[in-house]
């Protein structure tokens, strides 16, 4: 099976611009996952999406991020305005359900530079 | 908030030698997951045990679980300069389907 798509692989912006970051999970996994992953730092949750309703966003800066999946498949991540402590690796994961032995399918992220 | 916590946080190893990686977590759990992530890498699913699981083998990797102590860990035997990564524990930390991550170990395999 295809694995999850992301886009784009790095992005490197200046502090205050905009930037928007997609994900395509694996055909059918009703769960999407949104990391922050800062360098030397484990995976940090920022948002977890239930088919198109939103699960947990406690850990989303909201004044700043938000995300949406529309239709229950594709999600987008947008941070405006960014802050250089925003440079980070954003992962996106999806998972078909909580007791599946093969865990949950990482795409393989976008570098997001903020200068 | 991190839920797991690695031990240690970086390992050196010769090649052939068994690498072992511990992970302790807070709240009680479903499951517990270890994961490899290569630099500049997505993260890639080993190893899924669950609460009522003591111990669970793949290939060369052996991960045990003691929700008493509320830890686990990770061993590695004959490892190869492949191996080479940071490898992390997650846990659902009993919620509902969501992944908690420990801040990882580096290993680094040497020829």
């Known amino acids: ?115 | 908030s991190q839920q797991g916590e690695e031990d240690p946080q970086a390992l050196s190893i010769q090649e052939g030698e068994n690498a072992t990686m511990n992970c302790s977590y807070k709240t009680s759990i479903n499951n517990l997951q270890w994961y490899r992530q290569n630099s500049g890498r997505g993260l890639v699913h080993l190893i899924l045990i669950r609460s009522n699981e003591r111990e669970k083998h793949s290939g060369r990797l052996r991960v045990t679980l003691d929700t008493s102590k509320k830890s686990s860990s990770l061993l590695i035997t004959a490892s190869r300069a492949a191996d080479t990564a940071s490898y992390f524990c997650a846990t659902d930390g009993g919620g509902y389907n969501k992944l908690i991550f420990g801040a990882g170990t580096r290993l680094a395999v040497h020829p």
């Open chain 1, 1 to 115: 099976e295809a694995g999850v798509a992301q886009s784009p692989r790095y992005k490197i912006i200046e502090k205050r611009q905009s930037v928007a970051f997609w994900c395509n999970p694996i055909s059918g996994h009703a769960t999407l996952y949104w990391y922050q992953q800062i360098l030397g730092q484990g995976p940090k949750l920022l948002i977890q999406f239930q088919n198109n309703g939103v699960v947990d966003d406690s850990q989303l800066p909201k004044d700043r991020f938000s995300a949406e999946r529309l239709k229950g498949v594709d999600s987008t991540l947008k941070i405006q305005p960014a802050k250089l402590e925003d440079s980070a690796v954003y992962l996106c994961a999806s998972s078909a359900g909580q007791f599946v032995s093969g865990g949950y399918t990482f795409g393989s992220g976008t570098r997001l530079t903020v200068v």
